[in-house]
């Protein structure tokens, strides 16, 4: 069975960081890509950042140059490095697996971690 574990959110002010931890299990982890995904109160989930298993990288315009995504196959892990934090960065983040970026629907949500900024 294929599951996620997120770690990591926390309250933090504008401004700030935050480094979330996703560890999954249940799946062969080098030869998926894998992504973060945030959802806000009241909106849409929607994909933040995304990484190929060739360690390839991509972001939604709303994050760029700000958040991070890295892997450690060894670990099995997904890290999503949040700096300059912004109040409309508030929300539940969630990873996921799939055989491409463009294709990250493998596995079931996990609880995903809040990410609450807030001064």
């Known amino acids: 069975q294929v599951q996620f574990v997120e770690s990591g959110g926390g309250l933090v002010q504008p401004g700030g960081s935050l480094r979330l931890s996703c560890v999954a299990s249940?799946?062969?982890?080098?030869?998926?890509?894998m992504g973060w995904y945030r959802q806000a109160p009241g909106k849409q989930r929607e994909l933040v950042a995304r990484?190929?298993?060739?360690?390839?990288?991509n972001y939604a315009d709303s994050v760029k140059g700000r958040f991070t995504i890295s892997r450690d196959n060894a670990k099995d892990t997904v890290y999503l490095q949040m700096n300059s934090l912004k109040p409309e960065d508030t929300a539940v983040y969630y990873c996921?697996?799939?055989?491409?970026?463009?294709?990250?629907?493998?596995?079931?949500w996990g609880q995903g971690t809040q990410v609450t900024v807030s001064s």
């Open positions: 990484i190929s298993r060739g360690y390839i990288t």
């Open positions: 249940g799946l062969i982890f080098r030869v998926y890509a």
């Open positions: 996921r697996a799939g055989a491409t970026i463009n294709s990250l629907d493998f596995g079931s």
